[in-house]
């Protein structure tokens, strides 16, 4: 990798002055990732990874967007599922820290740790990659556009100086969605209400803040925000509640909510703590610069209650994490973005229930996970409309989501994937996003591989390259990579083989797949002809069955080879157990040179066997395009 930055210059207005009179700079590539966002830096390792020459423009001088640059450095979801990027994330945390146990130091997550920790680790993942360089210091200024595709973008730096990016495939991984709405994608906002796409009732973002125990005796007690108004805090935790009927925490409770390593807490409490509700999608950059000013005081008045009212006068700003001169993150954390109007749009029902529907079979497309519920801020906006968070299992975002409708040349990520408001609930979190992110690279480079648009990528082509990093398409909690059978059961789910159990679970949804438990004969008839389904029932399927259907299913090829049949196999099931040879080693199934054709097979060794016989996933599958209706090009933007 790479790195080049942009300098603060003193003769800036001269030079934007001369830019007017000279051509501007141009720098090709095959990638271009538009923002250092949570996907936008996994987007670009991932592109990279898969041998694209790739370019990650940023506007600022941090890597990891919420997860850093945003100061939201509590993971939330994915435990259990360390898929891909995330995965290699939390290593290098626990690489750092000291393991697992030292890095689950507060109640709201398994895995906490101090931001700039959590930048240097994404940055040399990034070095890593020698395709992969970094401009840093630049904000999007316009999307490049032929026809309805998008050719990558001009850039303009702190001086005004203009660059341009021409790229083959393009990826928005901005915050809020800024890319494909200058480019002419259409796309939603807020609340989806009837007949107004561009709702503003969106989430409440934070400004998160970093803040550090300078231990007994020393007061940090910072100077009184612009509009403190203690009573914004009523009810915070215990000891400051005057109503015996709310529930609340006590206050070390609710500081301990988010204690990172280092002595230090992240503050982003929603309940009376420091959630802000303004909507700036449609602004100016130098209209949101203003608004994030209120939601810093907003924040910076959070601390001074906990510091004058609760007496906390030894916790302030952390020294040494942020590269800013008030010592706060360098971006807000934003709950909610602009939402592409994709090849389709993922729904809450989608998310109860991936199977019923046999028009939206979206399992099949599968290529990031997430287990979080459906968890929405809205507490700081009254103009919100109400809403029902019904509970899902884990799920799975399909790569139609990532596809705008209406243009090509173009990859959303980050927050502005396809899919309704209440499902941005779930989706937003920070692992879900490193892994719509690592796919949105993956797919960028196959396409450039492979000439494809982004609509006419093979998406088995994608999900075989995911499998390969390691990476979760369905969600299913009782396998990892380290199982023998992971990849072929993770094919079985996506070609429809076998059907994951998807359970409603607290803060950690889950989607079981049984790998031990017995294979019915109605799995195996999923992949067979009609003509070979006759007898089939909800009954356990043997090895003898199992074996003599899929053969028969492949046209009963007459094989023969050397190789000497197991003991306890009659001759009968002598041509078909050589085709299995002749296919793959049968090692698999054999104990003891014996075949066992009358012991019941496991769902693990059936997704085994189809696979390296029948083969499903080598088959293509069709992307389903269902297009969310009312979504118009927003005009409006200004930048």
Request: charged share 15%.
């Amino acid at each position: 990798m790479r790195l080049l930055s942009v300098p603060i210059l003193r003769l800036a207005p001269l030079l934007l002055a001369l830019s007017a009179c000279l051509p501007t700079p141009t720098r090709p590539t095959e990638v271009l990732v538009i923002g250092g966002s949570t996907s936008g830096t996994t987007a670009a390792i991932q592109a990279a990874r898969s041998g694209a020459r790739t370019l990650l423009v940023t506007e600022t001088a941090w890597l990891g967007g919420m997860l850093t640059a945003a100061g939201v450095s509590a993971i939330d979801g994915n435990h259990e599922l360390p898929s891909g990027l995330w995965g290699e994330f939390r290593q290098g945390l626990y690489a750092h820290y000291g393991g697992p146990d030292s890095v689950s130091t507060g109640w709201v997550s398994h895995t906490l740790f101090e931001p700039q920790v959590g930048e240097s680790i994404l940055r040399d993942l990034a070095a890593a990659e020698p395709n992969l360089d970094i401009l840093s210091g630049y904000r999007l200024a316009q999307m490049l556009r032929e026809g309805n595709r998008i050719t990558g973008a001009i850039f303009r730096d702190s001086s005004g100086a203009f660059l341009e990016v021409p790229a083959t495939i393009t990826v928005d991984a901005t915050e809020l969605g800024d890319g494909l709405a200058l480019a002419g994608a259409a796309f939603f906002t807020g609340q989806d209400a009837p007949g107004n796409p561009h709702d503003p009732n969106i989430q409440d973002l934070t400004y998160a803040l970093t803040v550090q125990d300078f231990g007994p005796g020393v007061d940090k007690t910072i100077p009184e925000p612009p509009g403190y108004d203690p009573a914004e805090f009523a009810c915070l935790c215990r000891e400051v509640c005057d109503d015996p009927e709310r529930s609340v925490p006590d206050c070390a409770t609710m500081l301990s909510y988010a204690r990172l390593p280092g002595g230090r807490y992240m503050l982003n409490w929603p309940n009376n703590g420091n959630d802000y509700y303004v909507n700036p999608i449609p602004m100016s950059d130098a209209q949101r610069d203003s608004v994030y000013i209120l939601a810093k005081n907003r924040s910076l008045a959070f601390l001074y209650f906990l510091q004058t009212e609760i007496g906390y006068t030894h916790l302030g700003l952390a020294e040494g994490v942020y590269p800013t001169a008030d010592g706060l993150p360098l971006i807000p954390y934003h709950r909610e973005a602009r939402r592409v109007a994709g090849l389709v749009q993922l729904t809450v029902d989608d998310l109860i229930d991936p199977y019923a529907d046999p028009a939206r079979p979206l399992y099949q497309t599968a290529i990031a996970v997430g287990d979080y519920p459906l968890d929405h801020h809205h507490g700081k906006n009254p103009a919100a409309g109400e809403e029902a968070f019904p509970p899902i299992p884990s799920f799975s975002v399909p790569y139609e989501a990532l596809v705008p409708i209406n243009l090509d040349g173009l990859i959303v990520a980050e927050k502005s994937i396809s899919v309704t408001h209440r499902v941005n609930g779930a989706s937003r979190l920070q692992p879900c996003v490193m892994l719509i992110g690592q796919a949105a690279g993956a797919a960028a480079a196959r396409c450039v591989a492979q000439g494809d648009h982004p609509r006419e990528l093979p998406v088995r082509q994608l999900q075989k390259d995911l499998l390969e990093a390691g990476c979760w398409l369905l969600p299913y909690l009782d396998i990892s990579p380290a199982h023998p059978f992971f990849v072929e059961l993770q094919q079985a789910g996506v070609t429809g083989l076998l059907r994951g159990h998807g359970v409603p679970y607290k803060w950690a949804n889950q989607t079981w797949i049984y790998p031990d438990s017995l294979a019915l004969e109605s799995d195996l008839a999923r992949v067979l002809p009609d003509s070979l389904r006759a007898g089939l029932a909800d009954a356990p399927l043997n090895r003898a069955e199992a074996l003599r259907r899929l053969w028969q299913a492949a046209g009963s090829p007459d094989t023969t080879l050397a190789q000497p049949l197991p003991q306890d196999l009659d001759t009968e099931l002598g041509p078909a157990f050589h085709w299995l040879a002749s296919q793959t080693s049968p090692a698999p199934l054999l104990s003891s040179g014996r075949f066992r054709p009358e012991a019941p097979l496991n769902r693990g060794e059936l997704a085994w066997l189809v696979s390296n016989t029948l083969a499903p996933f080598a088959h293509p599958v069709a992307l389903t395009q269902v297009s969310p209706g009312g979504a118009v090009p927003d005009r409006m933007i200004q930048r």
